[in-house]
């Protein structure tokens, strides 16, 4: 078993992962802080002056911005993940770092997934604060402190659609959805050499367009709906709006959120078991 994990050596990747990107992150952090912080004050400051007052706006306008910063930035963190083995500089330094293939990979995994929503979600936990000491005193109005429990409520809910009380669990739905769907773009940061995360991106939305097809077919054969006398390519809203249509509002959202983790989690098994054998594989090869 100390073959493939030792919590000592696990310990010493985690601490070395820090050690080693803590600046990048920390600039990171500063660009969403400020970022956010200019724009809550471009958006108060515009409501204050034309007279809109308090009611002008959405007061969690920015904290919508969420799931933008979750999915594009880190599936570019993952896709940077394993960039150092493919250069042929760091690759010898980072296949030196005692640990086996295992931990390597699980530190990536656990970094890449785990850690950047943590990260993601205290970024803007803080930026919504910060922003309000600039915004409040001179505009009278902020926005609203970002609440990973509460947000998401009704036609903002994102990929689940759920009711006010329990709008807090859309957060979850999206952190969830990203830590199931990241390793896509650990497989791709070890597989390409450069533009992993073009690649990646450009590879998985041919793969994604070819399942869509498939199963609008089956769907078109099996059920009729949605399509009269040509294809339709609102085949999928159609069959939402039917499910939806014979369906109370919660059983059509669980029904939503459990098929889409069923569909999520073989995926996300077998990207990362590709991830870890297609490591393997480099490290065999140092890199090469």
């Known amino acids: 078993m100390n073959k493939y994990f030792n919590s000592r050596r696990f310990g010493l990747l985690c601490k070395n992962e ?11 952090f500063i660009t969403i802080v400020g970022s956010y912080t200019v724009l809550a004050m471009l958006i108060t400051a515009y409501n204050k002056f034309t007279g809109q007052g308090v009611h002008g706006y959405d007061p969690n306008t920015l904290n919508y911005l969420f799931p933008g910063f979750l999915f594009i930035g880190g599936y570019i963190v993952s896709s940077l993940k394993f960039s150092d083995i493919n250069d042929k ?19 990536g995994v656990i970094v890449s997934s785990i850690g950047y929503s943590i990260f993601i979600i205290v970024s803007f936990i803080v930026a919504s604060a910060i922003s ?15 609440n990973p429990l509460i947000l998401g409520a009704d036609r903002y809910a994102g990929v689940v659609e759920y009711s006010a009380s329990t709008g807090g669990v859309n957060v979850m739905v999206w952190v969830l959805i990203y830590v199931l769907t990241n390793s896509i773009f650990l ?3 070890i597989v390409f050499r450069k533009g ?3 690649k990646t991106l450009l590879v998985s939305s041919v793969v994604q367009t070819l399942l869509s097809i498939i199963l609008g077919v089956i769907i078109y054969f099996t059920f009729r709906i949605g399509i009269t006398d040509s294809w339709d390519v609102r085949i ?5 709006k039917y499910l939806e249509s014979h369906t109370d509002s919660e059983t059509f959202n669980m029904f939503m959120l459990k098929w889409t983790l069923l569909f999520l989690i073989p995926i996300s098994l077998f990207f990362n078991v590709v991830g870890y054998f297609k490591l393997e594989e480099k490290e065999v090869k140092g890199g090469i």
């Open 132 to 146: 309000n000491i600039f915004t409040r005193p001179f505009f009278g109005s902020g926005m609203s402190i970002f």
């Open 18 to 28: 820090v050690l080693s990107n803590y600046k990048s992150w920390g600039l990171y």
């Open 236 to 240: 999928f809203e159609s069959i939402f």
């Open 196 to 198: 992993a995360f073009i």
């Open 89 to 107: 500089f760091k690759s010898s330094l980072w296949f030196s770092l005692p640990g086996s293939t295992f931990e390597k990979y699980s530190v």
């Open 187 to 189: 497989v791709g940061s």
